[in-house]
């Protein structure tokens, strides 16, 4: 297996508080069949990206590490005006190993419409997105149609692992079997962030999904698609996502009632209110990244 999300690096983040536990993931994770974790500190207002010394402690790790466990280095990329800027004008600088992949992580409460144009601009520069967690936001789980928007605009779908099985609550369960079922998901991963709190367990989550969507998919969701983010490779045919084209509405345990996106015809009136709100959300980007 390959981990794409997992806060191995000490001292720079949320995650591993030091050394010793950075070791202690790292084996645990090579116990369980893991061959590579794919190392992302946060990029954010409260962990900025210090790039000298993620790449110091990295190239120690992977040095301690030689012969238990594969690394590369990617970034947990909160889309905040200062990354997305900085992002665009140093093009796959945050991503796994450089080669185009990008974890990116939304604010947990309010995500802006103008955020749509944020993606594309990263899109244009050269990422392949990978939208982390989506079953875990707030926001997410009172708007779960997000997530269908997102993939309509070309971005990819990571999940937790512990999700899957309630590590995170029962809704965050419901939504993320939800999305296993509609084939919405393209990687699990573990986003570990502590030997204790926030272990780097994938085999549970594996045989989880294995069980109940075949071993084709866990494969493909565990093993192959991440091999594909880590090279960089062109992205591969996956199996039709149920209900994404005709706007399915997405409804789970837990979720609260909401109206069946798409397809309802608008007045006119406000159809132009929302193409001159959109107008002046591009403009905001534009002047924002210059282009």
């Known amino acids: 297996m390959i981990d794409i999300h997992h806060h191995l690096i000490y001292g720079v983040d949320d995650g591993s508080p030091d050394l010793e536990s950075s070791l202690r993931m790292a084996r645990e994770a090579a116990s369980e069949g893991v061959t590579r974790i ?26 301690r590490l030689a012969g238990v466990v594969e690394l590369s280095l990617g970034c947990d990329f909160h889309l905040m005006a200062e990354n997305i800027l900085d992002a665009v004008t140093h093009p796959l600088r945050y991503s796994i190993d450089g080669r185009g992949y990008l974890l990116i992580e939304f604010p947990n409460f309010v995500i802006p419409p103008s955020m749509s144009e944020a993606l594309f601009r ?11 967690h989506p079953e875990r936001y707030p926001v997410v789980l009172r708007q779960p149609e997000l997530v269908g928007e997102w993939m ?35 990687f699990v991963a573990s986003d570990a962030h502590h030997p204790l709190q926030r272990p780097p367990h994938l085999k549970q989550a594996y045989e989880y999904v294995a069980k109940r969507s075949g071993e084709e998919t866990a494969r493909r969701l565990f093993v192959t698609n991440p091999q594909v983010a880590v090279e960089g490779a062109a992205w591969p045919e996956q199996p039709a996502p149920k209900g994404l084209l005709d706007c399915e509405a997405v409804r789970f345990a837990g979720a609260p009632e909401m109206e069946r996106p ?8 406000a159809i132009e209110e929302g193409r001159v709100a959109e107008t002046r959300r591009r403009g905001f980007w534009s002047r924002l990244l210059g282009r």
């Not at 794919?38 to 040095?63: G, I, N």
């Not at 899109?123 to 982390?132: D, K």
């Not at 099985?165 to 939800?178: D, M, Q, S, T, V």
Request: with cysteine.
């Open 38 to 63: 794919v190392c992302t500190p946060h990029a954010s207002d409260m962990f900025p990206y210090d790039v000298s010394l993620v790449e110091a402690r990295f190239a120690e790790l992977r040095e």
């Open 122 to 132: 990263l899109q244009s520069a050269g990422y392949r997105l990978i939208v982390t």
């Open 152 to 186: 309509r605009a070309g971005c990819l779908i990571q999940v937790t692992a512990a999700s899957l099985y309630g590590r995170f609550g029962k809704r965050e369960e419901a939504f993320a079997n939800l999305l296993l079922e509609r084939n919405w998901i393209h």
């Open 262 to 269: 798409g397809r309802q015809r608008m007045p006119k009136d």
